[in-house]
């Protein structure tokens, strides 16, 4: 069973920073890409950032420049950056990880985290 732990989450006034974690475990570990998506309550999922196979990443416009994701050698640990951020960034982030299609659906993802709370204040 594939376990994803999301950490990093808070509140932060806008122009802050925050940094997100996601580490993978389980018997059937993988170094499989990831993703990120949020969700607002009541809104559709939506594609944050992806790191794919060759560390090759991805990203939403509405993120593009203030956003960074990473992961660590081994491949166990992926993060998000958050840098400049926006009230409209307040909202939950999960973390996912990639199972086959395109990187920016979340259908092409098969195994999700439980989520973490950012919240930015104006």
């Known amino acids: 069973q594939v376990q994803l732990v999301e950490s990093g989450g808070g509140l932060v006034q806008a122009g802050g920073s925050l940094k997100l974690s996601c580490i993978e475990s389980?018997?059937?570990?993988?170094?499989?890409?990831k993703g990120w998506f949020r969700q607002a309550p009541g809104k559709e999922r939506e594609f944050v950032a992806a790191?794919?196979?060759?560390?090759?990443?991805y990203y939403a416009d509405s993120v593009k420049g203030r956003f960074t994701i990473s992961r660590d050698n081994a491949k166990i640990t992926v993060y998000l950056q958050m840098n400049s951020l926006k009230p409209e960034d307040t909202t939950v982030y999960y973390c996912?990880?990639?199972?086959?299609?395109?990187?920016?659906?979340?259908?092409?993802?098969?195994?999700w985290g439980q989520g973490t709370q950012v919240t930015v204040s104006s």
């Open positions: 389980g018997r059937t570990f993988s170094n499989n890409p």
């Open positions: 996912s990880r990639y199972n086959s299609g395109s990187y920016y659906r979340d259908s092409s993802y098969n195994y």
């Open positions: 790191i794919g196979w060759s560390d090759s990443t």
